[in-house]
């Protein structure tokens, strides 16, 4: 089955403990991207990758880190989690950048720091 | 970037139609999206417009003015599991960020 997978799905943490989402896609997608998800605010782009080694900041990179070492995962990480970060990540991929490929979403990672 | 508006909330009776507006200012242009966001899940893909015009799948149609920065998603048949949230999403023109706006939340009432 085509899927976006996220793990893990719910975390609490303390502030300043570093963590790692992981992002994992099996549709051999070249594209892949993080958003934060807030009341209000909608979906903004926190890192996006357009392939292995490739990486960029989207609108609200502060606080975040990603790699992108093989073609199916992105992590994201948090080195030094501060309560503003408190959110629903999601993860997504696509195929390319041609023009009317949608993004497949993952489930969501719903973050919460103390 | 991108400046994307639409209204927060809609409220609609199950079998009616409703008309979710978005409008847009962006340096540049490359596709808009309409995605459906359930409650505590991941958005999904209802459609996509890149030229002016209707695109009609099903219960859902999707118009696009790119001279007036203006999109609506037009629901028809409302059915109760239609309450969600409705993302409209601009793609510029480098071809890898897509904007969203904050979304519309839809509630059908029986």
């Known amino acids: 089955e085509a899927q976006v997978t996220q793990n893990p799905r719910y975390l609490i943490t303390v502030t300043g403990k570093k963590l790692t989402v992981t992002c994992s896609q099996n549709m051999n997608h070249e594209y892949m991207s993080w958003y934060r998800q807030d009341p209000g605010l909608g979906l903004r782009q926190i890192y996006y990758?357009?392939?292995?080694?490739?990486?960029d900041k989207g609108d609200v990179p502060e606080g975040y880190k990603v790699s992108r070492k093989e073609k199916r995962n992105f992590p994201l990480i948090l080195e030094s989690p501060s309560p503003n970060q408190t959110s629903l990540y999601f993860c997504?991929?696509?195929?390319?950048?041609?023009?009317?490929?949608?993004?497949?979403f993952g489930p969501g990672t719903r973050l919460l720091v103390l | 970037g991108q400046n994307i508006d639409q209204p927060t909330e809609m409220t609609a009776t199950e079998g009616a139609i409703v008309q979710i507006n978005c409008t847009y200012q962006t340096s540049g242009f490359n596709g808009l999206f309409w995605y459906q966001q359930h409650a505590g899940e991941a958005p999904t893909f209802l459609s996509y417009n890149v030229l002016d015009g209707l695109e009609e799948k099903g219960r859902f149609s999707s118009f696009l003015s790119r001279s007036k920065g203006y999109s609506y998603l037009l629901l028809k048949e409302l059915q109760m599991k239609d309450s969600a949230s409705y993302l409209c999403a601009v793609r510029d023109s480098n071809d890898y960020k897509l904007s969203f706006g904050a979304g519309t939340t839809v509630t059908v009432r029986a």
């Open positions: 990758s357009m392939n292995v080694e490739v990486t």
């Open positions: 997504a991929s696509r195929k390319g950048a041609k023009l009317k490929e949608t993004q497949y």
